[in-house]
């Protein structure tokens, strides 16, 4: 129980929003509670709401667990007291085997909130809660059964992830693995860098910002089966497919060899419904990663290229976030297209084109031959490449999977595909439809000529939450890239949204 702002337990009696109850099939008073065994950590640190008030009450400690007993104890007259000698002892609140370091509290809420009885009432001290109830019998259920396959036997997870043996345990591709090891992905399961156990390393060539954390991506595909190339969306892949990206960061960014933390990876497995999104976080000595749908946060810190200090809480996404961008309808990978693989990779047998490599190593069929005929994106940083190209190339990857029609802000008519002709549809002089207060008092998502008088730019350039784009995987404003955009936008042929 951990990362809750007011507390980790709060037990409250019905009395507190009506002292004056007398319904006789309704009972106000919690009765017979025991928690225990719980691993009770960073809770009660910014109380809300009614919790504020419980704050008033215990300034010198703020409780981790809180009991309201209004309607158990001396009776006033107020209320119609079930209990006006106690909790006897086989309805008491139990709890043990919490941390060393939680608070606890107690008091009749009602009592205070009226004016009425002295600061006797309110206590604190594991004692108050100091007593045990007898465990309920083991429950036993079916294996569930999955609705849209109800024909499909249940999955074993604890066989298929604990399988003994060497190598890729493809067989567990169906199951939502505890540890990353299980999956045996790599051939130093603490190493998720390299040596992928019948996996290939790939690059895109603009890669999706995320905190200016480095990515290892590496693409599993059954023996035997192929992807379907596909010219511009992601390529067809076949049931069993395990996409692996991890993420670290580099302590200093002007030095490549500098030690990298290793901090998350995630899994998009391709099942027979669809495709399955597992976040894994690795512990705090690197030797696994941990399936944490709920996602997490993490402290890190690094020098920039400027050789200044910087940190940011890093926030792992859970399932949901994860829907969010590889599309809310049908969750699908985003980098793996041909505009984004079209490129060189130094592979440890020697360099090739990965398109190329892919095709030979027999996971990719359906690629042209000519690979000069593939409308490619440049590196974002290339400048080489043209400006427009480069800035259309950074919102493709970055912002198209949601800024495209089906995407997750398909309602809002900004649709960004590297392919799309530029004008109102990628945001020239278009007014925005659901931006809200996100827009800055801004008119246009593109002003022609004018960065500053652009949503876009603005967007980019903020990191307050109801303003940032993208509006998740950041943290911290990726600098270089609001002055790719902002110098896009400048170089455009200035144009009068006014009168457009």
């Known amino acids: ?33 025991y928690f225990h065994d719980n691993e009770m950590s960073n809770n009660a640190y910014d109380p809300q709401d009614l919790a504020a008030l419980v ?31 106690g909790l006897p002892e086989s309805q008491a609140i139990c709890a043990k085997d919490s941390n060393a370091k939680t608070t606890w509290g107690q008091i009749s809420a009602v009592y205070y909130l009226n004016g009425i009885g002295s600061s006797g009432m309110l206590s604190s001290g594991p004692e108050l809660f100091d007593c045990t109830h007898a465990s309920l019998p083991p429950v036993e259920l079916e294996p569930p059964v999955d609705p849209n396959n109800p024909d499909n036997p249940p999955v074993d997870t604890d066989a298929l992830c604990n399988a003994e043996g060497t190598g890729l345990n493809g067989d567990a591709f169906v199951a ?114 941990v399936l944490t749908v709920t996602g997490g946060t993490e402290e890190v810190s690094w020098i920039d290229t400027n050789g200044q200090q910087q940190s940011t809480n890093y926030v792992i996404p859970n399932t949901n976030n994860c829907a969010n961008c590889h599309n809310e309808n049908e969750l699908l990978p985003i980098g793996p297209k041909a505009r984004s693989l079209n490129r060189d990779y130094a ?53 198209m999977h949601c800024h495209s029609p089906g995407g997750a802000a398909d309602t809002s008519g900004l649709f960004l595909e590297y392919s799309r002709p530029f004008g109102e549809a990628v945001g020239e002089c278009k007014s925005p439809v659901a931006a809200g207060g996100g827009a800055g008092e801004l ?20 990191n307050e939450t109801e303003v940032r784009m993208p509006e998740i995987g950041r943290s911290v404003i990726h600098t270089e890239a609001v002055e790719l955009i902002s110098d896009w936008i400048n170089a455009m042929d200035p144009v009068d949204c006014d009168t457009f």
């Open 176 to 289: 939502d693995c505890p540890n990353l090891s299980d999956y045996r992905l790599f051939a130093d399961a603490a190493n998720p860098l390299e040596n992928a156990n019948g996996g290939i390393i790939y690059d895109l060539n603009t890669p999706l910002f995320t905190n200016y954390a480095n990515k290892y991506r590496f693409v599993y595909v059954p023996e035997g089966t192929q992807a379907a190339y596909r010219s511009e969306e992601v390529f067809d892949f076949p049931v069993g497919t395990i996409i692996a990206k991890t993420f670290t960061i580099q302590a200093d960014l002007r030095d490549p060899n500098s030690a990298q933390d290793i901090i998350e990876t995630r899994l998009l497995i391709h099942r027979k419904e669809g495709w399955r999104a597992l976040p894994y976080i690795w512990n705090a000595s690197k030797t696994d990663a």
């Open 347 to 399: 592979y440890a047998n020697g360099t090739a084109n990965q398109l190329d490599y892919w095709t030979d190593q027999g996971i990719l069929v359906g690629a042209p031959e000519d690979k000069n005929s593939i409308v490619t994106i440049p590196l974002w940083g290339d400048t080489t490449a043209s400006l427009d190209d480069r800035a259309r190339g950074y919102l493709d990857i970055n912002c």
């Open 55 to 85: 704050a008033l009450l215990f300034p010198d400690s703020l409780p981790v667990i809180f009991y309201d007993n209004s309607g158990v104890g001396t009776d006033t007259g107020m209320l119609l007291l079930e209990f006006p000698d």
């Open 1 to 33: 129980i951990t990362g809750n702002q007011s507390g980790g337990i709060y037990i409250v009696s019905y009395y507190i929003f009506d002292p004056f109850v007398s319904k006789a099939s309704y009972d106000p008073v919690p009765e017979k509670i």
């Open 443 to 462: 008119d246009f998502d593109i002003v022609p000529g004018d960065a500053d008088a652009s949503i876009t730019a603005f967007r980019m350039n903020s």
